[in-house]
């Protein structure tokens, strides 16, 4: 079968994570994926988290189903590279601060006028414009401009920024999506165009209706822990065994359920039970019902009692209940890739399943400029052509 992407030419100049990741998930259905890096600064993403024998980890995934090749964009012999590569491409996602393309004389007339059909993305922390948009910028910086680390922790502690690059994560789905959305608007009318995706803004959008709620009502969300101001009994329980399971309750029927389950029918009767946001007004007692009857059980008891009364529960998992959990075996989650320098390796699948046209992972991540000189061969290039362009530093 032929993948959903196939055809479509995607270079990656970007860095780190947004970016990479959003071509990651381009190169996932098919697109053919073209990672362009520094000669002598490779991308940082490779230098992050742990390696095995030199060799980094999560660049395996991250850099998966891409090729890899090394340009000096600020040369002008890099430069005219990468337009020579722009015209057979359909999209170049790019992270530069706003300005360095135009620098290079590769901003949006010139690429542009190289490809009148391509889709520039540009992915920036701040936006291409505004009173930000010049300074460095990374995910952290829009978890806490979004109000999700000020939402994020105990009522008496910090606020609290996620171990994991969360917003980089969102921005790159978003990212993505507005890819998808920008080419089809090109077939559709023969002409490219620029998406402009600042990190600040997806992570916002999902953190639900605070905006209106503050508009409107002048509200402002508390942080509240493991809990939710929208619903309760919604927390983590302790097992008799010591496993912490989490339970929701985000639907009326489910939340009744619980209740009866744990022994607590009473309170479905109360008026206050009647909504989600009443419930959460009296999450001490509900907690105490919910947490007194899991901690006289193991958990795989609980689970099981959750499961009969069809109501909500799962086990809060590290890595390894994550590689073990029958589900995600059964959907497939975890693949197994070979790879030239770690052999088998392990890593997330793609995002989702399409029944005509799936998905695949053909390759891990790529050693920095493993395919430089295809790639330059594939523009014409001789070997003695390839070789100036070296010496000169180029490539």
Request: proline share 6%.
């Amino acid at each position: 079968m032929t993948a959903a992407l196939s055809g479509v030419r995607v270079l990656d100049v970007s860095t780190l994570f947004a970016g990479p990741l959003a071509a990651t998930f381009l190169g996932d259905f098919g697109a053919d994926v073209l990672k362009v890096e520094h000669p002598r600064r490779p991308d940082a993403a490779r230098g992050h988290g742990p390696a095995k024998d030199g060799v980094n980890l999560w660049w395996k995934t991250l850099g998966r189903n891409k090729r890899t090749m090394t340009l000096d964009l600020s040369r002008p012999e890099g430069a005219e590279l990468l337009l020579r590569l722009v015209e057979r491409s359909d999209v170049l996602v790019e992270n530069f601060r706003p300005g360095t393309l135009e620098r290079w004389g590769l901003g949006w007339e010139q690429l542009s006028a190289a490809n009148p059909r391509l889709v520039l993305a540009r992915v920036t922390a701040f936006g291409q414009v505004g009173p930000y948009s010049s300074r460095p910028g990374f995910g952290s910086l829009a978890e806490a401009m979004s109000g999700f680390a000020a939402l994020t922790g105990e009522p008496d502690g910090p606020p609290t920024l996620p171990p994991f690059g969360l917003a980089d994560g969102i921005a790159a789905l978003a990212t993505a999506y507005a890819v998808m959305v920008a080419l089809r608007a090109a077939e559709r009318d023969g002409a490219g165009q620029v998406v402009d995706l600042a990190i600040i803004e997806p992570i916002l959008m999902m953190l639900g209706g605070q905006i209106t709620a503050y508009d409107q009502l002048g509200l402002v969300q508390p942080r509240v822990g493991n809990r939710s101001v929208n619903n309760a009994p919604r927390n983590v329980y302790r097992s008799r065994d010591g496993v912490w399971l989490a339970v929701s309750t985000s639907s009326q029927s489910i939340a009744e359920r619980v209740m009866r389950l744990v022994g607590r029918p009473d309170v479905i009767d109360e008026p206050w039970f009647a909504t989600g946001h009443e419930r959460a007004e009296h999450a001490d007692e509900l907690d105490r019902a919910v947490a007194g009857w899991i901690a006289e059980r193991s958990a795989d008891e609980a689970v099981a009692a959750f499961e009969r009364a069809e109501a909500a529960i799962a086990r809060v998992n590290d890595v390894r209940g994550v590689v073990a959990d029958p589900q995600y075996r059964a959907l497939g989650t975890i693949r197994e890739v070979a790879d030239d320098e770690l052999g088998p390796v392990a890593m997330q699948n793609v995002l989702f399943r399409l029944g005509a046209t799936p998905g695949d992972i053909r390759w891990a991540g790529r050693s920095h400029g493993a395919d430089t000189d295809a790639v330059l061969r594939e523009l014409g290039l001789d070997e003695a052509g390839i070789a100036r362009l070296r010496a000169a530093g180029a490539v």
